[in-house]
């Protein structure tokens, strides 16, 4: 069984860290995040079943084990590591470190290698990162393809430059969206970048230079999908039908998978020696009697001094055990703990009295998480619209954009053009349905100087760059859509 692979380090690390994998499956199902997690996963846990079920080759002697004083100190400092973040870290960074660790098993199961890093990155993509993706990338990758699209657009002769994350055409602003900015397309093509290094045996280096080379590519695409967008939704195209939009997305992706894929067979296998389903990974091995170990005669090869020939045949062996077994145990343990935090203490905003010239109303209903959101939180109604205002102190991931939490909620979100107010200020607008329900949901942030903000996402980066000062006031508006 593959499992024997994992041996006792890598099932001790498997079982210290199940505050991971309870969070992980908590986030796989709660709807907050896209559930695209687990194609990755799948693959993965499909290659261990299969290594499984396969029988031993001839070339390999001995199976793939953790028993190697590399790994386990490999382990060891991914846990150091982790219990020393453990407090303070967010949920995401102990569950990289946690996917990181398994890793090295998984490694030692499916490639025999101490890390590859085409398994790292699936089991990276397996987890729910693209709406942290969207939160800290997606207005940098959305003004990226806005300066790209811009410039290929005056090159064909368009008086087009960009204005932040939009594209400007005299009086007309066209955005370029979440769904355009490139973070989907950018995780469809890191799993197309993971499955084809692992597939064709690529080594790190290999795998690295390849990943490049395909974020560049992702890049180009986007940014020519975002100019060919541009002509449709400004409307200088003589027809224009729905799903030309979607037409057009896919046909980039599918330009973009194909240069990636074409990219992949640049670089040369690495010869494994390796069957079907990849049950072995000696280099150069021979399957005649006694030939197959002949580094024997010629000294430890490369990658094998330190875990046989070095500190495993040294006093420090004992020592790197019980570090190892007091760092599971620490890993373990910590979550039990909690450490004690100053009490905090948030003044309530002032909050507008109107809205929109429409008087408001204070509505006493219990916000979710809202103890914990650097600053304070209010819901009003004018009678036909519901009003939340949230008046923040610091930049913070607990500012997210509100399509995360109806998602979460089992809503349906499409896209909706950004709204212009009577003060020529944009916001991000959004549809949400559910049980036969529709809404609008618009939002912007703004601070005390007159700058206003679209996205979370942008106003983040000016906070954090200071470009900005505190406090910001995010206005979330919902009211009935027509159908």
Same mark, same amino acid.
């Given at each position: 069984?593959?499992?024997?692979?994992?041996?006792?380090?890598?099932?001790?690390?498997?079982?210290?860290?199940?505050?991971?994998?309870?969070?992980?499956?908590?986030?796989?199902?709660?709807?907050?995040?896209? #559930?695209?997690?687990?194609?990755?996963?799948?693959?993965?846990?499909?290659?261990?079943?299969?290594?499984?079920?396969?029988?031993?080759?001839?070339?390999?002697?001995?199976?793939?084990?953790?028993?190697?004083?590399?790994?386990?100190?490999?382990?060891?400092?991914?846990?150091?590591?982790?219990?020393?973040?453990?407090?303070?870290?967010? =949920?995401?960074?102990?569950?990289?470190?946690?996917?990181?660790?398994?890793?090295?098993?998984?490694?030692?199961?499916?490639?025999?290698?101490?890390?590859?890093?085409?398994?790292? *990155?699936?089991?990276?993509?397996?987890?729910?990162?693209?709406?942290?993706?969207?939160?800290?990338?997606?207005? #940098?990758?959305?003004?990226?393809?806005?300066?790209?699209?811009?410039?290929?657009?005056?090159?064909?002769?368009? @008086?087009?430059?960009?204005?932040?994350?939009?594209?400007?055409?005299?009086?007309?602003?066209?955005?370029?969206?979440?769904?355009?900015?490139?973070?989907?397309?950018?995780?469809?093509?890191?799993?197309?970048?993971?499955?084809?290094?692992?597939?064709?045996?690529?080594? *790190?280096?290999?795998?690295?230079?390849?990943?490049?080379?395909?974020?560049?590519?992702?890049?180009? @695409?986007?940014?020519?999908?975002?100019?060919?967008?541009?002509?449709?939704?400004?409307?200088?195209?003589?027809?224009?039908?729905?799903?030309?939009?979607?037409? %057009?997305?896919?046909?980039?992706?599918?330009?973009?998978?194909?240069?990636?894929?074409?990219?992949?067979?640049?670089? #040369?296998?690495?010869?494994?020696?390796? @069957? #079907?389903?990849?049950?072995?990974?000696?280099?150069?091995?021979?399957?005649?009697?006694?030939?197959?170990?002949?580094?024997?005669?010629? @000294?430890?090869?490369?990658?094998?001094?330190?875990? &046989?020939?070095?500190?495993?045949?040294?006093?420090?062996?004992?020592?790197?055990?019980?570090?190892?077994?007091?760092?599971?145990?620490?890993?373990?343990?910590? !979550?039990?703990?909690?450490?004690?935090?100053?009490?905090?203490?948030?003044?309530?905003?002032?909050?507008?009295?109107?809205?929109?010239?429409?008087?408001?109303?204070?509505?006493?209903?219990?916000? =979710?998480?809202?103890?914990?959101?650097?600053?304070? %939180?209010?819901?009003?109604?004018?009678?036909?619209?519901?009003?939340?205002? &949230?008046?923040?102190?610091? !930049?913070?991931?607990?500012?997210?954009?509100?399509?995360?939490?109806?998602? *979460?909620?089992?809503?349906?979100?499409? !896209?909706?053009?950004?709204?212009?107010?009577?003060?020529?200020?944009?916001?991000?607008?959004?549809?949400?349905?559910?049980?036969?329900?529709?809404?609008?949901?618009?939002?912007?942030?703004?601070?005390?100087?007159?700058?206003?903000?679209?996205?979370?996402?942008?106003?983040?980066?000016?906070?954090?760059?200071?470009?900005?000062?505190?406090?910001?006031?995010?206005?979330?508006?919902?009211?009935?859509?027509?159908?």
């Amino acid at each position: 069984m593959w499992a024997r692979g994992l041996s006792r380090p890598g099932l001790a690390v498997g079982v210290c860290l199940w505050p991971v994998w309870l969070w992980y499956v908590r986030r796989l199902f709660d709807g907050a995040d896209e #559930p695209w997690g687990i194609v990755p996963l799948l693959f993965v846990l499909t290659m261990l079943a299969r290594q499984s079920i396969q029988p031993p080759r001839r070339a390999m002697e001995s199976k793939p084990s953790m028993t190697k004083t590399g790994d386990t100190v490999a382990l060891a400092f991914i846990l150091a590591v982790y219990c020393l973040c453990h407090h303070f870290a967010p =949920p995401l960074v102990r569950a990289i470190l946690g996917m990181t660790a398994l890793s090295i098993p998984i490694s030692r199961i499916l490639k025999n290698r101490r890390f590859d890093l085409a398994l790292w *990155g699936l089991l990276i993509l397996s987890l729910p990162v693209i709406s942290s993706l969207q939160f800290y990338a997606g207005y #940098p990758s959305r003004a990226a393809v806005a300066h790209g699209a811009a410039a290929v657009l005056r090159m064909s002769g368009t @008086g087009v430059h960009a204005a932040g994350a939009a594209l400007q055409w005299g009086v007309w602003f066209v955005d370029v969206d979440g769904p355009c900015s490139g973070i989907k397309s950018l995780w469809t093509g890191a799993l197309l970048v993971c499955l084809l290094a692992y597939s064709r045996h690529l080594r *790190g280096s290999q795998t690295a230079l390849f990943s490049a080379a395909a974020l560049g590519v992702i890049l180009v @695409g986007n940014i020519f999908r975002a100019a060919a967008l541009f002509y449709l939704e400004a409307g200088m195209l003589p027809f224009r039908q729905t799903w030309m939009h979607n037409a %057009i997305g896919l046909v980039a992706f599918g330009a973009i998978a194909l240069a990636v894929w074409g990219l992949a067979h640049l670089f #040369p296998p690495e010869d494994t020696g390796r @069957g #079907p389903g990849g049950d072995t990974n000696v280099r150069g091995a021979q399957t005649d009697g006694g030939a197959a170990n002949s580094s024997s005669s010629t @000294g430890p090869r490369r990658g094998e001094w330190f875990g &046989k020939t070095g500190l495993a045949k040294t006093r420090l062996a004992p020592i790197i055990t019980g570090v190892f077994t007091a760092l599971c145990l620490s890993g373990a343990l910590l !979550p039990l703990t909690h450490p004690a935090h100053a009490p905090t203490t948030t003044s309530e905003a002032v909050w507008p009295e109107e809205f929109e010239g429409s008087p408001l109303s204070r509505v006493s209903t219990r916000i =979710p998480f809202g103890d914990a959101f650097p600053g304070s %939180i209010a819901q009003f109604s004018d009678g036909a619209r519901q009003i939340l205002f &949230k008046s923040v102190s610091r !930049p913070s991931r607990l500012v997210h954009p509100s399509r995360d939490c109806y998602r *979460g909620g089992g809503w349906r979100i499409q !896209p909706a053009p950004s709204h212009i107010d009577s003060q020529d200020r944009r916001w991000s607008a959004f549809t949400a349905s559910r049980d036969g329900r529709k809404i609008m949901v618009r939002e912007i942030v703004t601070d005390s100087e007159g700058n206003s903000w679209s996205t979370v996402s942008a106003w983040y980066w000016s906070a954090v760059l200071t470009r900005t000062r505190p406090p910001w006031l995010l206005t979330v508006v919902v009211a009935a859509a027509e159908n």
